[in-house]
């Protein structure tokens, strides 16, 4: 089981900014600083981390939430954010009820929602 990851970024203050935005409707909380990394908490653990990097490789990652209304205002919050769409809200046929939003960071990492419907993982 991964305990945290930490994802590297070009603009600090920038990237802080849309990630505070982006996955507050996830239950995430920005609770930790050190220098120019962040680690944001979804109420059990600090997880999730940002930190300044000199090159950034764009990478993929994907944050579970519990309902598909969070899926869709994570989306929402993303793109109001400065975020580009990469996939709006949506079951995709990756397995049974996976319904996933994706869209770029500012620096282009794919960032996804994902929730996974009980209604419909057994069809």
Known sequence: ????????????????????KVLEPLG???NMEHGESAGFNDGKNTDFWITREKTVVPAHLAFETNSRQRVE?????????GGKDNGGPGYRDYSPGYYAAFVYDPD?????AVWYDPAREKA
């Open 1 to 20: 089981m991964i305990a945290h990851t930490s994802l590297a970024v070009s603009d600090y203050g920038r990237a802080k900014t849309f990630y505070c």
């Open 28 to 30: 995430y909380r920005n």
């Open 73 to 81: 205002a994570f989306h929402q919050a993303a793109l109001a954010a």
């Open 108 to 112: 282009g990492n794919n960032i996804e």
